[in-house]
């Protein structure tokens, strides 16, 4: 597979830079991934396509201020710190912006007179290993700002709609933003339709920020996200598949901490409570064992993202709709519309 085969043109004004409000107005593709039939419609309708006894997967983690800023000690040059992922108390891998960011460079980071970091190891490109002078978490609400995807450009007036109204275990670099659609009217619909919920935890990472560059896109690394799927949401998922029931992973973030859960289950449970690392790269031909159908957003071309529907639905398909969506005027990325794949 080449990089090229998940490539397709998007011109910028396709590119949504601001939520649409309410979140369940934004408009809604309907992709059958066994007749490649597309059907139109709003998010707000999509208990409509959904049946009794359906399991939602949602990612409930919510998006820190992981966005820094400071100065360097020695000479005053401003850096910028985008926190990707706690390794200890004081420790976290970073990606930096700014010039001579070495071992051994002090950051004063502002809002916080006493507030510095220390790069303590090189990983290669951006990505450093830094040490705080003191716990970080409890001044991020005042020292850190949320960090928006570089395609959006525009100012967000609610910081709110950026995180899901679900989200409630800190902790991710970016949204799960297929869930951003959700409301809690909406919610209550889909539950008194007896619609299932379950949760899982993915904190989204540095693979959100990074680009794949390889020709070949199976030599492509992914970088460890940490993730969790409880007990409780483990009992859920085995009983809808035990029941035949579908499995419906709200985001691809949902779709890979499931698909990671399944390796340590045993017969007859599909999945199995999991917390740890996940560096699932789903490409097409992987066999997927737990989900049965996905809402997700329209992803940017040559992205890990769009590889992982490309397994989900076919590349020919997924490839075939965004080219709809684009005709019909959808709106792509973060603030996207979405798709519902089943």
Known sequence: MKLSDFDYELPPEYIAQTPVEPRDSARLLILNRTTGGLTQSSFHEIGSFLKPGDLLVFNDTRVIPARLLGRKADTGGQVELLMLKRRAPLTWEVLVGGKGVRVGTVVNLEGHAELRAVVMQEFGGARRLIQFSQPISPLLDKVGSVPLPPYIH????????????????????AAPTAG??????????????????????????????????????????????????????A?????????????????????????????????????????????????????????????????????????????FAGREKILMAYEQAKRAGYRFYSFGDAMLIE
């Open 154 to 173: 525009a100012s967000l007036a609610d910081k709110e709609r950026y995180q899901t109204v679900y989200g409630k275990i800190p902790g991710s670099a």
């Open 180 to 233: 951003l659609h959700f409301t809690p009217q909406l919610l209550d619909q889909l539950q008194a339709q007896g619609i299932g919920f379950a949760y899982v935890t993915l904190h989204v990472g540095l693979d959100t920020f990074s680009p794949v560059t390889e020709d070949n896109v199976e030599e492509h690394i992914i970088h460890g996200e940490w993730c969790d799927l409880p007990g409780e949401t």
């Open 235 to 311: 009992a859920l998922v085995n009983a809808a598949k035990r029941e035949g029931r579908r499995v419906i992973a709200v985001g691809t973030t949902s779709v890979r901490t499931l698909e990671s859960a399944q390796a340590g289950a045993q017969a007859p449970a599909v999945v199995a409570p999991f917390h740890g690392g996940t560096d699932l790269f789903i490409l097409p031909g992987y066999q997927f064992r737990v989900v049965d159908a996905l809402i997700t957003n329209f992803h940017l071309p040559r992205s890990t993202l769009l590889m992982l529907v490309s397994a």
